[in-house]
């Protein structure tokens, strides 16, 4: 048996989520584990290194499935012209991406140790969500960030602040849809912040692309455009965990909780104590560490 890693990337606006599912089709797992049965001619089972809800997207998933080996040579030995400098793993790539939907692309395929599993030796994943901050959403980044009403109101040193509270260690079974019985202790190793000015700022172009820590509503031009990038950083997040912190944030950031807030939810494990979810598509799962 031949242990393929592969890297990929997925908008998963019209996608039911990562996971195969028995009423629909329409996941991102299902879809590729059909593609993937049908060109090696076997029942492929594919592991990502997460599970993504509907509606969320990755810029590098990563997943690992295995083959017979015998069914990887037939395929292999089929490419000839200039696949013929590429390894195995290229030139089934290429392959695989010519049945592939334009919204799924594998960007890497190669051969790993039988062993390696994308999920179970994943050490570190990082989140990326995304926030616009103006009137009306980019017409070309819409479906990839949130929409904020009263941006003008949205405080970003209260979101860092309270932010910090998540750092660490800690029982997030209260900042999660969990409804498995296993550990739902998780470690956040880091929450970082980004103001990204648009174009239409006053302010010069020097302050693109840069995080702005003042606290408080100071910087009132950065607030009335451009968007917010959150990442965060740790050993792994449970079901909705990242869209209840970041709406906790919000909610923070907008005066209708006290960041205190946030340690209530610790303590009581409550769930109901958030104010709401982020919505779906300001979501990127963005990398994976080994």
């Not at 006290?258 to 963005?286: C, H, Q, T």
Request: charged letters at 30%; aromatic letters at 8%.
């Amino acid at each position: 048996m031949v242990n393929y890693k592969m890297v990929l990337q997925y908008d998963g606006t019209r996608y039911n989520g990562w996971q195969k599912q028995g009423n629909t089709r329409n996941t991102i797992q299902g879809r590729l584990e059909e593609i993937l049965s049908r060109y090696f001619g076997q029942e492929i089972e594919l592991h990502g290194s997460g599970r993504t809800d509907a509606g969320v997207h990755a810029v590098g998933q990563v997943a690992n499935f295995k083959v017979d080996e015998r069914a990887g040579a037939e395929k292999r030995s089929k490419s000839s012209g200039n696949d013929a400098e590429k390894t195995p793993g290229e030139k089934i790539k290429n392959e695989l991406n010519s049945f592939l939907p334009e919204d799924i692309k594998i960007l890497t395929l190669e051969q790993a140790d039988n062993r390696f599993h994308a999920r179970l030796n994943a050490v570190e994943k990082e989140y990326r969500y995304y926030i616009s901050l103006d009137s009306k959403r980019d017409v070309f980044g819409r479906k990839y960030m949130a929409e904020l009403e009263n941006s003008e109101k949205l405080d970003i040193g209260k979101m860092k602040a309270a932010s910090l509270r998540f750092l660490g260690e800690h029982d997030f079974q209260g900042f999660s849809d969990n409804k498995s019985k296993k550990s739902t202790i998780r470690r956040i190793d880091s929450i970082e912040f980004r103001l990204h000015v648009s174009q239409t700022s006053n302010l010069s172009d020097e302050t693109d692309n840069t995080c702005h820590e003042a606290a408080g509503n100071t910087d009132t031009e950065v607030m009335r455009g451009g968007h917010i990038e959150i990442i965060f950083r740790g050993n792994g997040f449970l079901y909705h965990t990242v869209r209840l912190i970041v709406g906790t944030l919000l909610a923070v950031g907008m005066g209708e909780i006290s960041e205190n807030v946030v340690d209530e939810i610790f303590e009581s494990r409550d769930r109901r104590k958030i104010p709401y979810m982020a919505p779906a598509e300001g979501l990127f799962l963005y990398k994976v560490e080994y």
